[in-house]
């Protein structure tokens, strides 16, 4: 029996298989699954320990850090590794405090946040995180590149032929639904 539900679940799978940069994803700062949103910025109380948030994720580039907090008392600090071994927030490389702070990722390599507010960062409300390259081929290098190899052309049409059939199946879906 086809539900709602059903057809809810396959017109987000096929947005996904169609439009692969959909699959980025959001990763709420100290949640417990992907995708959840909660209010987790704050002084380490026991339960939480961000280091370890951090190294349960492989985060790539395109993804980004939700942090929800009380502007009232916390912020989020981007520094320099040098300064987040110190726990320095006054030179910071960007600062957010709205409280509901969205970081996209747009370099590989360690990101480091603490919190600007006193003692917060020594108090362990900080943390890094490895970003790893985007997912998917790189771009080509700009100008002519001999040693550049095109995918077979096979691939290419495996692909074009994939995305058709499963825009029709949107096409199709749609149309039900209507
Ligand atoms: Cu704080």
Known sequence: METRATRTAIVA??????????LA????????????????????????NYSNWASNFTIHVGDSLYFKYNPNYH?????????????DSSHYLQVWDTGDTTVFIQEPGMHYFICGAPTHCQKAQAFSILALPAVGPPPPPPGSNPGFISPPAS?????????????????????TCL
């Open 13 to 22: 799978l096929s947005v996904l298989l169609i439009f692969p940069g959909a």
């Open 155 to 175: 691939a290419a049409t495996d692909v074009h032929v994939l995305r058709g059939i499963l825009t029709l199946s949107l096409a199709v879906l749609f149309a």
């Open 75 to 87: 912020n989020v600090v981007k520094v320099n590794s040098t300064m987040y071994a110190l726990c």
């Open 25 to 48: 994803s959001v990763y709420s700062v100290g949640g417990s699954s992907i995708g959840q949103l909660e209010v987790n910025w704050v002084v380490p109380n026991g339960t939480i």
